[in-house]
């Protein structure tokens, strides 16, 4: 069974930047694509971005598109969030997840998920 940790989040000013790590661990399977998505109180789980198993397809929400890049290093096993510009508005925990396909922006394609890590963006 793949377990994966979150880790990066915090405080932030906006403007600021931060990266969020997932990392994978146990029996990960392979190939395997990646999503991250995050969830702000009162609000539905949304979808932030996703990135291939070799690295070379991603795709970004809108709201995130120009601010945010996921890349992923296999050999560590890990994937990364790279935010810049934060905006109050990206207030949220952040999740990633692990499914068998590239592509998918809802939450119930993916079937493996951390536990989260929060990002709070200070105004």
């Known amino acids: 069974q793949v377990e994966l940790v979150e880790s990066g989040g915090g405080l932030v000013q906006a403007g600021g930047s931060l990266r969020l790590s997932c990392a994978a661990s146990?029996?990960?399977?392979?190939?395997?694509?990646m999503g991250w998505f995050r969830q702000a109180p009162g609000k539905e789980r949304e979808f932030v971005g996703c990135?291939?198993?070799?690295?070379?397809?991603?795709t970004y929400a809108d709201s995130v598109k120009g601010r945010f890049t996921i890349s992923r290093d296999n050999a560590k096993n890990t994937v990364y969030l790279q935010m810049n510009n934060l905006k109050p508005e990206d207030t949220a925990l952040y999740y990633c997840?692990?499914?068998?396909?590239?592509?998918?922006?809802?939450?119930?394609?993916?079937?493996?998920w951390g536990q989260g890590t929060q990002v709070t963006v200070s105004s």
């Open positions: 990135i291939s198993w070799g690295g070379w397809r991603t």
């Open positions: 997840a692990a499914g068998p396909s590239y592509g998918f922006i809802t939450p119930e394609k993916y079937d493996t």
């Open positions: 146990g029996r990960t399977p392979s190939p395997y694509a």
